[in-house]
């Protein structure tokens, strides 16, 4: 059976905080909730689907549901990392088309930036039961130097430079200078990046998103009940999904779960990737946006640095309009989780709700994507495909 | 590296002490760097595992390897206090595993430089295999 068309987004809401000192994890998603719920025009009394990860309360759907009093016929916490909101659609346009709920809710929320959580800094210990705990923990991998073997593999084996990945951190800056949300709304140039304090070879500091706190929501829901709202029609019409593993110690760093979790949506929407007229593509680091450009079939394997370089990522005189809100590298990645954000401002562009300075005109079909957890040592990938009907 | 203990350093070496995969450990601590190779398909897997990972067999030897390889990918975490070698060095007997890069000019680290291995029992207890280049 296919997905195509079965569900719409019919809410979408990106918490405006960056910093939320005062307010308790729950109540970040909770706010996202309402927020994503008013604007569809439904209640929390029309919810009867819940979808989170393992950023919400006790890393899992029953926590939430109580704090919101939910009322639910279908539930689904399934974790894949910063990709996992991404999947969500998935499931829930799944779980709608099954006839399990009519009104799905998506939350995601965290606190990194009160916490103190330097993430880009020190190793994060997992748990002594998770099997590739001791084989990496032991080497005191922190993110930035993990993105920095990405980073440097993919220079070795294509010939991207820093100044090409530097491309993207100024498309990303040109666009939040137009949010009023940005975290970093200060446009920067090549020069900007190159000159930033290097954290790990290959990654200077400049090539790493921001870490704020914050959240989003999504509300999901089935065709009659979209056709009844007041809102834009959006409609979900591919979906990928997948779990690239580590394969025993012989993959290849730099290939992503987007070989995967892009054909299988561009299949289901029965489009290809020069159709798509935005997309938003996880950016946690300036090295991923280019992986997956490759992997989704944007750029041939290796020529994503010059794509980049080229301009064509900036709205309004290049070929592929990204990141119009700035993405993880300017305007948010709430709860160090960036595929909420990727989805809401793909459904800003179909609606045309986009700042008009970064909208892509008569925007129909948009891509968002995103991995989660950590390449090369096995990452979840998913894509989603969503049209203006 | 620093030798102070972290929290992750603690749990990475209660995570070692599982059965399934304290003879590795116990033979770093001895001396030897062994891998897992399956008893069906032969070849060795990175991490380590009872079942293999490449064909589904469950049974695995533990073999001596060469303790020879070459760097893969290689990052220098020059924030951290003294910095040090995050890389991906692929082994001769075929997988790539994460390790830090030891003894060495930090400056002068080179994807396709051979690198030998050199175990380092770290204050936890837990001895590690690092690398150092031949």
């Known amino acids: 059976m296919t997905l195509k068309g079965k569900a719409y987004i019919a809410g979408a809401y990106e918490h405006p905080t960056r910093h939320a000192p005062d307010k308790s994890t729950a109540l970040l998603h909770a706010e996202s909730a309402l927020g994503a719920l008013a604007d569809a025009g439904l209640s929390l009394s029309d919810v009867d689907g819940y979808f989170c990860a393992a950023d919400a309360p006790g890393a899992n759907p029953l926590w939430m549901a109580d704090y919101l009093n939910l009322r639910l016929r279908w539930l689904d916490g399934t974790d894949a990392g910063g990709c996992s909101y991404l999947t969500h659609v998935a499931h829930a346009t799944a779980a709608i088309a099954a006839g399990h709920c009519d009104v799905a809710l998506v939350t995601l929320a965290g606190r990194p930036r009160s916490e103190g959580v330097s993430i880009g800094v020190n190793p994060r210990a997992a748990a002594p039961d998770r099997p590739d705990e001791p084989w990496e923990t032991a080497f005191r991998p922190n993110i930035a130097g993990v993105y920095g073997l990405f980073a440097r593999r993919h220079m070795l084996q294509y010939g991207t430079t820093a100044e090409q990945m530097a491309w993207v951190k100024v498309s990303a800056s040109r666009h939040a200078q137009h949010n009023a949300n940005a975290f970093l709304p200060k446009v920067v140039t090549v020069e900007d990046v190159l000159n930033s304090p290097v954290i790990a070879d290959g990654i200077h500091r400049l090539d790493c998103c921001v870490i704020t706190d914050g959240g989003g929501a999504l509300v999901l829901v089935k065709p009659e009940i979209a056709r009844s709202l007041s809102r834009p029609l959006v409609r979900v019409i591919g979906t990928g999904e997948t779990v690239w593993t580590q394969d025993g110690g012989y993959g290849d760093i730099t290939r992503t779960g987007a070989e995967v979790s892009g054909p299988a949506a561009f299949a289901e929407a029965g489009v290809t990737p020069a159709d798509i007229q935005y997309a938003s593509i996880y950016d946690n680091f300036t090295i991923m946006v280019l992986m997956q450009l490759e992997g989704l079939g944007f750029c041939a394997p290796g020529a994503a640095g010059r794509f980049a370089a080229e301009g064509n990522l900036i709205a309004g005189s290049g070929r592929l309009p990204w990141n119009t809100d700035g993405g993880g590298l300017c305007n948010n990645h709430p709860a160090n989780r960036g595929g909420m954000t990727k989805v809401i401002e793909a459904v800003r562009q179909l609606r045309g709700e986009a700042h008009p300075a970064v909208q892509v005109p008569g925007c129909g079909l948009a891509l968002a994507c995103g991995p989660g957890r950590v390449l090369g040592s096995g990452h979840g990938h998913a894509t989603v495909i969503l049209e203006r009907e | ?134």
């Open chain 2, 1 to 134: 590296m620093t030798d102070t203990p972290t929290a992750a350093d603690a749990i990475a070496a209660q995570a070692a002490s599982h059965p399934e995969i304290r003879p590795f450990w116990q033979a770093a601590a001895e001396g030897r760097f062994v891998l897992a190779f399956c008893t069906a398909c032969g070849k060795p897997h990175w991490y380590p595992r009872a079942i293999c990972p490449l064909c589904g067999h469950g049974g695995i030897e533990w073999r001596p390897a060469s303790g020879r390889g070459t760097i893969y990918s290689v990052s220098v975490l020059r924030r951290a206090n003294p910095p040090y070698a995050l890389a991906y060095v692929t082994l001769e007997e075929g997988p790539t595993m994460m390790t830090n890069i030891v003894d060495c000019d930090l400056d002068e680290l080179a994807i396709g430089q051979p690198v030998k291995v050199a175990l380092r029992r770290q204050s936890t207890g837990l001895t590690v295999p690092m690398f150092t280049p031949q």
